[in-house]
């Protein structure tokens, strides 16, 4: 009995400790209030724009980037009294483009905040995991405001960040929406309870250093800061929320295209159909089939499906075809109420008597590590310097990339 008293008293003494300790040191907790991770799916109005790739041509997806206020601050201990609120004073901040690292414009246009650091075996910092800084480590604070489009009313908006080093709290109109860490992965939140009619305000504070640190460590260049996308997405109900496509060859060279589609519904929704094509590269359908959605109450679920292609043409590291599969939701009146694509390609890859084999062959693979960095911008990556980064390695006969480094 005696035992037990005292383990439970361990027990409370030490839940009572983690739940002092900041998220950005508590390796117990890596995001709070963020939406289940899924498949990058845009949404578009019709089909023919979602086909172009192109989200800037989506009624459903407004970007935030641009020219935001910003405050650096030497860590996350003492920050302005409210600086998340939307009356909160911003006029003397700085202005820092979104996306960027805080560092690379520092160096750039000599500003007052930390410098790139390179480093490699060795930490930025002493390295006692999982904790990290206290006084030094650097905190940049975001603010920057947007109006909804008139069409989006009675949504479900999100909120997406593609790429935030290290760590980020999130505040929406003065009020706390979340925190996650995992800077090379996109987040999303639901921020439609705390939007409003006409202007609203968005506050970000952003820490360079988190336990999630201990796990980013490779050779690179350290640098902090909101360095990918930041945009809102409106979602209609119901909506194509998570989907995954295999595709299996056989011997004949015919495949199965495999599907798992999940369809949620914000609210109680009518009859919807589901309409789904594959397009070759020329952009001729080669197979289509409707899901029948129904009538349906707020939820998830999820749909599989399957279709024999026959004879498509496989692709490779030096024909890299690809197919693009569109799913249309529609709804009674057969009106697209939101269009989505994917690419997808059709390739054996097998391990045989020791040698790997795409599509039957055996393959040489010349590879290199590549990591995701501009010489003048950081880690903020044009599709220009993609292509160009592409074209390089191509050049050079290079035909594998090991992007985990």
Not at 79 to 99: M, R
Not at 179 to 205: C, H, M, R, W
């Amino acid at each position: 009995m005696k035992y037990n008293h005292l383990l439970l008293v361990s027990l409370l003494a030490i839940s009572s400790l983690f739940a002092q300790i900041p998220e950005w040191e508590n390796p117990r907790i890596t995001q709070v209030n963020l939406l289940p991770p899924r498949a990058q799916l845009l949404p578009y109005q019709d089909v023919p724009s979602s086909l172009s790739n192109d989200p800037s041509l989506s009624t459903r997806i407004k970007s935030l980037n641009g020219m935001w206020k910003f405050k650096w601050q030497a860590n996350p201990l003492a920050l302005p009294e409210n600086f998340y609120q939307s009356q909160f004073d911003d006029e003397k901040w700085d202005n820092l483009p979104v996306p960027s690292n805080w560092q690379v414009i520092a160096q750039n246009e000599g500003r007052p905040y930390d410098l790139p650091l390179f480093s490699n075996i060795k930490h930025p910092f002493k390295a006692d995991p999982p904790h990290v800084p206290h006084d030094d480590n650097p905190t940049g604070l975001y603010r920057t405001r947007f109006e909804l489009p008139e069409q989006w009313q009675g949504q479900t908006v999100i909120l997406r960040f593609d790429g935030v080093q290290s760590a980020f709290y999130l505040w929406v109109n003065g009020k706390k929406i979340g925190y996650a860490e995992d800077a090379f992965t996109g987040k999303e939140f639901d921020i439609t309870a705390s939007l409003q009619p006409g202007v609203n305000t968005l506050a970000v504070e952003v820490i360079h250093h988190s336990d999630g640190s201990y796990l980013e460590d490779q050779d690179y260049w350290r640098l902090a800061g909101i360095f990918r996308d930041v945009y809102l997405i409106a979602l209609p109900s119901p909506c194509l929320w998570d989907a995954q496509v295999q595709t299996h060859l056989d011997q004949n060279n015919d495949a199965e295209l495999r599907l798992a589609l999940t369809i949620k519904n914000f609210t109680q929704t009518g009859k919807h159909l589901l309409v789904i094509s594959l397009l070759d590269p020329q952009h001729q359908t080669v197979w289509s089939d409707g899901i029948s959605l129904g009538a349906a109450p707020a939820g998830e679920k999820r749909y599989t499906q399957r279709a024999l292609i026959k004879k498509p043409v496989t692709w490779n590291a030096e024909q890299p075809v690809l197919y693009t599969l569109v799913m249309a939701i529609m709804d009674a009146d057969k009106k697209v109420v939101a269009a989505y694509t994917i690419k997808t390609g059709f390739r054996n890859v097998v391990i045989k008597n020791g040698q790997l084999l795409v599509n039957g062959r055996a393959v040489t693979f010349k590879g290199v590590n590549r990591h995701e960095f501009d010489p003048d911008q950081g880690r903020v990556m044009t599709r220009e310097r993609m292509i160009q980064d592409i074209l390089l390695m191509k050049q050079h006969n290079i035909n594998a990339v090991r992007t985990s480094h």
